[in-house]
């Protein structure tokens, strides 16, 4: 063992510096650290449940990639691509996708004899992920969806059901303009879903592929498009690439022309928005990682102070300062240490409780979410706690030259 890491330990665990006037200063210094250490896990934890909740509420509608009519997406009118079995065929081979669901879209009003509202019917196949709308029902159950034949069923969001006072199992009209005047429907509610998310909970009901399909006067094979999930969402922009060397510019057998976009290009002042989460997460991090610093300076200072005698002795019995200034670091790595213990308990303490308990509530209209999302992801919090050394111990390299100053023959008779 080396002499200086050996005299740190005999330091810090030694019974006789209970009562040394450094001990407050170790304590403020150790709660520093271990504050700021909770307060960026704390922060961590929720950017990351935050975001991953919303981006996965925004992929839920509308999956990673889309592939649709060019003008589709060059405009706020819907045109029809064709999506058949050879086209399938040729999404699913593309590399990175996971899964591949056909969906069409077709305005329209729902009306009760006291309200009506307008509304976006996206019609889905038997192949549709229904994951995500099992994991935010409401009331009622989703209906299986198909591209054969219309069951007459509806899935709407809380919002819908609220503003027109229905429920599950509920009737209701829906009325549709197209080239041929106006057409009236009647449909079953099957369920209710809440995202929370309200710029798509006040515009978005599910129904039958084959309903809207039919409702937009298009040929068997026409859709709006496909929905395409990708393996891995961090790699989404290198995916997107594939799409558009295999897909986008070629055309069907109607002359329409496929494109392909990313949920990032189709809502993008949301991941603007979730992006800017990183700077405040940033800014906390600094301002902890700045009071863990000086406060573990002050300690180090006043332990060097108070331990001028014995730096003199070590001196005057050959020790380099170099040596000494490894000791100081030493102990203070011990100090450290333990308040990243303490602050682990306590921030991952805090995570936990919310996780499991929701104990702190959000407005769902504000924040899209009734309560503050968590989410542990242990490689980045065992990140922060090497960074949080590492920085800690580095600010002190330079306090512990104060060392250097000191004289052993004046330093024997400080008191």
């Known amino acids: 063992m080396k002499l200086s890491l050996f005299i740190a330990k005999r330091i810090y665990g030694g019974e006789a510096d ?3 006037v450094s001990r407050p200063a170790i304590r403020i210094a150790m709660a520093g650290v271990a504050i700021g250490l909770a307060v960026m896990i704390v922060s961590v934890c929720v950017v990351l449940g935050f975001k991953h909740t919303i981006r996965d509420k925004v992929v839920g509608f509308g999956s990673h990639i889309q592939v649709a009519n060019f003008m589709t997406q060059q405009s706020s009118e819907e045109y029809p691509i064709v999506i058949d079995d050879s086209m399938m065929t040729v999404l699913k081979g593309i590399h990175g996708v996971e899964h591949v669901q056909r969906f069409a879209d077709k305005q329209g009003i729902l009306k009760t004899d006291s309200d009506f509202l307008g509304v976006m019917f996206k019609g889905v196949a038997q192949e549709y992920d229904t994951a995500f709308l099992h994991k935010n029902m409401v009331e009622g159950s989703i209906p299986r969806f198909s591209d054969s034949a219309s069951h007459g069923k509806i899935l709407i969001s809380e919002y819908m059901a609220d503003k027109l006072k229905l429920h599950a199992g509920s009737r209701i009209f829906a009325y549709f303009i ?4 106006v057409r009236m429907r009647r449909f079953t509610i099957a369920g209710v879903y809440s995202t929370n998310l309200s710029q798509f909970d006040k515009v978005m009901c599910f129904t039958d592929l084959y309903t809207a399909v039919k409702l937009n006067g298009w040929e068997q094979d026409q859709t709006s498009g496909a929905e395409i999930a990708v ?9 997107a690439q594939y799409f558009i060397g295999k ?7 109607y002359g329409e022309t496929y494109s392909s976009k990313t ?6 002042q949301i991941f603007s928005w979730l992006d800017l989460l990183d700077l405040n997460v940033w ?10 610093g000086v406060t573990m300076i002050s ?3 006043i332990i060097i102070l108070e331990r001028t005698t014995m730096i003199g002795l070590l001196k005057a019995l050959g020790a380099r300062n170099k040596m000494i200034r490894h000791t100081f670091l030493w102990f203070a790595v011990f100090i450290i240490g333990k308040g990243l213990i303490i602050g682990n308990i306590v921030g991952l303490g805090i995570c936990l409780l919310q996780k499991f308990t929701g104990i702190v509530a959000l407005d769902p209209q504000t924040y899209y979410v009734a309560t503050v999302p968590v ?3 242990v490689p980045l919090i065992a990140l922060l706690n090497a960074a949080t050394l590492i920085i800690s111990v580095m600010v002190l390299v330079v306090p512990s030259y104060l060392i250097s100053h000191i004289h052993p023959a004046k330093s024997m008779r400080y008191e």
Do not use: C, Q, W, Y
């Open 18 to 20: 209970k009562k040394k």
């Open 178 to 181: 197209g080239d041929g005047g």
């Open 231 to 239: 393996s891995d969402f961090e790699k989404l922009d290198e995916e």
């Open 247 to 253: 897909v986008n510019r070629t055309v069907d057998h």
């Open 263 to 268: 949920i990032k290009e189709l809502s993008p």
């Open 283 to 292: 800014i906390i991090m600094a301002l902890m990682m700045a009071v863990a």
């Open 299 to 301: 300690g180090l200072l």
């Open 375 to 377: 989410e542990i992801n």
